[in-house]
C-alpha cells in the first residue's frame, strides 16, 4: 500500500472474471473510496443491508473497536495486500515468488513491500532464516514459514496481553492499541485515574492495574454511581447506641449521655462519672448517679465557694454592734451557775452587808448574789423569778422567801441596792423600797475570832437543792457600777477589765445570740401515745425560729440521733445542691436529702419567721408565711418520714445554732449558725438557760443589735 493517509483510496486494475474477487473483497473495494472515519465506525469493515447500502449505517458482527483515521489506515494496509495476493502479477513484486521460492535480493524484497521501513525491517529476518534453514532449493519445511511471518509485526505480539486491546501491524512497526486503563507502547503501563482529579471519586480513589475504584470514608456509602459517596445513617439501627441517645454526624455517629454519665462502647450504655476520683471538691466529695456533691467543713467556718468545688470563708453579711463595755460585768458567763466572781471578806468588828449596782437584763429567773455563811448556816440569795425580784434567806436553819417589787426584766438600767439595817433587811429598786424583811441574825458570822462573810455574784456556792425553793441560777444580766461593802472591791474591776468574755455588750435588745462557733442541745420528745386510740405512738415535730441572720450559712435546728446520724436539720444555705446555683435558702432535709427550700433574704438586717411542720404524711416549710418548694415526690417524702419517725422512736438530743462532730456529709450543711434567733418546738419556747448544755458565748436572753451605718 502506498500514499495511505487520512482518507484511503485504492485503484485496482480489472481482472479476469475467473480471477475476480469474492463478493466480499467486491464489497471492501466498492468502498475503499470512502472516509476513513465511516470505514472504522464499528472497528471492523462495513457490512451492506440487504440495499446495499452502508453510508452512516452498519451493522456489527462482534463488539466494536473504535479506531483513529490514521490508526484504521495503518491496520487496512496489510489487508489490503493480502487481499490482492490473487492478482501478484499486477503487483511490483509477490512475497512467495519472490523470496520463498527463490531467493530474492534486497531490491526484490523492496519490491515486494514497495517502502523502505518494512524492507528494513524484513531484510536482515530473511536472511537470518537463510541461514538458519538454508536456501529454498534446500526444501527445509521452516523456511516459508519463517520468511512468511516476518512481515507481520504481530508476530509473535510483541504487545502486553494484559493491556493490549489488538496489536496493528504497520510498514516495519507494530501498534499496540491499548485497553482502557493501560497506556504506553507495549500497553504495559498502568494509567493512574487516581492521579487526574480523584479519578472522579469525590472522597477516596484506589488505583489498580488497567482501572480504579472509588471507595468511601468510614461512615460513607457509595452510591450508586460508583463515584460519589453518601452518609450512612448509623442511627437507623436501634441499637447502634444501646441504652445511649444516638446522633447521626456526617460520616459518623455519637452516641451521647446525660450530664455526669459517659458512654461505654464495651457495654453500650450510659455509665456513671465518679467525679470524685478526679479530684474535683478541695475537701469531701460525694460521688452520686449522674452528679457529685462537695462538702466544707462548715463547723471549722467554711462553705462552698460559687464554683461549687473549692471552700471559702464564711463570713458576716449583716453588722452586729459586737461593742462591749469594759466597766460591766457579764453574769451568765459560766452555763454551770457557778459564780463568775467569788468574794470573801473578814471583819475584826461585826460589820452589816452593803450592796449597790445598776442592772439589766431580758431573762426572767436566776441569781444576782449571794451573801453569807455555809448553806446549813445563815445566808441570802437575792435573785429573779418570773422578773421580779425574789430574797431567799435561811437565819439559823430557818429559811423564807420574799418576792415583791417591779417587772424589772426589760433591758433597761435600774439600780439595785440590798442593806443590812438593825435586824432588817431593805431591798430597794431606783432608790425606792420594794422588800423590808426582819431577820434574826447577822450576816457576819464570826469565825476563830473574825467575822467572815462570803460573796458570790451570778451563782451560788452550793447546790440548787440546798436553796429554800430550787431557782435556775444561770441569768443572762449585766452588772456595773457595782459597791460591795463600801468599794472594797477594787480587784473585780481589774479582773473584768482583762477579760472580754466577763464584759458585756454595751448595747442589747431581746433574742439569745450565736456567736458563729457554739451550740446548745436539748432532751425533747417528740413522741406520745394517744388515749383515743391505746397503744398507738404518733410523733410530729413543730418549730418557729425568729431569726436574725448576720451570715447566709448555718444550722438552725437539728435533731442529731446515735451514730452521729442527723435525721432532722433546719438551716441556712447558699447554694441550691441539686441546681448547683448560689442562691440564698432555707433547707429542710432529712438525713442529707433536702425535703424543701425557699429562698429568704438573709443579709437585709430583718428578721424572719421560719416554720417547720413535720408528721405522718406531711413536711411544710415556710418562711415569712410563704410555702417553700418541695424537692421530693410523694412517694420519696413518705419514705423519709418513715426513716425519720424511726429515729424519733429511740433516741434523739435537739442541737440549736450547730451540730457537734458529725460528718460534713450528714447534713446538707454543718456550718455554726451566727445571729440572733429564738425557738418554739412544739409550742414551747426553748429557754437556753433550760438547755442540756449551752456553750458560754452564746448569750440566752440578750442580743447586740444591728449595727447601722452612720453617714
Known sequence: MKGISDSVQLHVMPVPAALSPSPEDRWYDKHMDMDSEDLTACGHPFLPDDKGRTKHSCQCSRPAVLLRAREAAQFLRPRQRRAYQVFEEA??????????????????????????????????????????????????????????????????????????????????????LCKAGWEGRLCNKDVNECAQKNGGCSQVCHNKPGSFQCACHSGFSLASDGR?????????????????????????????????????????????????QQGRCEQTCVNSPGSYTCHCDGRGGLKLSPDMDTCEDILPCVPFAMAKSVKSLYLGRMFSGTPVIRLRFKRLQPTRLLAEFDFRTFDPEGVLFFAGGRSDSTWIVLGLRAGRLELQLRYNGVGRITSSGPIINHGMWQTISVEELERNLVIKVNKDAVMKIAVAGELFQLERGLYHLNLTVGGIPFKENDLVQPINPRLDGCMRSWNWLNGEDSAIQETVKANTKMQCFSVTERGSFFPGNAFAFYSLNYTRTSLDVGTETTWKVEVVARIRPATDTGVLLALVGDNHVVPLSVALVDYHSTKKLKKQLVVLAVEDIALALMEIKVCDSQEHIVTVSLRDGEATLEVDGTKGQSEVSATQLQERLDTLEKHLQGTVLTFVGGLPDVPVTSAPVTAYYRGCMTLEVNQKVLDLDEASYKHSDITSHSCPPVEHATL
Not at 494484559?162 to 496493528?168: P, R, Y
Not at 453518601?230 to 454526624?249: F, H, I, P, S, Y
Not at 460520616?251 to 470524685?276: F, I, P, R
Open 91 to 176: 503487483k511490483q513484486g509477490h512475497l512467495e515468488r519472490e523470496c520463498v521460492e527463490e531467493v530474492c535480493s534486497k531490491e526484490e524484497a523492496r519490491e515486494v513491500f514497495e517502502n523502505d521501513p518494512e524492507t528494513e525491517y524484513f531484510y536482515p529476518r530473511y536472511q537470518e532464516c537463510l541461514r538458519k534453514y538454508g536456501k529454498p532449493e534446500d526444501k527445509n519445511p521452516n523456511f516459508a514459514p519463517c520468511v512468511q511471518n516476518l512481515p507481520d509485526q504481530c508476530t509473535p505480539n510483541p504487545c502486553d496481553k494484559k493491556g493490549t486491546q489488538l496489536c496493528q501491524d504497520l510498514m516495519g512497526n507494530f501498534y499496540c
Open 228 to 276: 460519589n459517596c453518601q452518609d450512612v445513617d448509623e442511627c437507623a439501627d436501634l441499637n447502634t447506641c444501646g441504652d445511649a441517645r444516638c446522633k447521626n454526624l456526617p460520616g459518623s455517629y455519637s452516641c451521647l449521655c446525660d450530664k455526669g454519665y459517659t458512654y461505654s462502647s464495651q457495654e453500650k450504655a450510659c455509665q456513671d462519672v465518679d467525679e470524685c
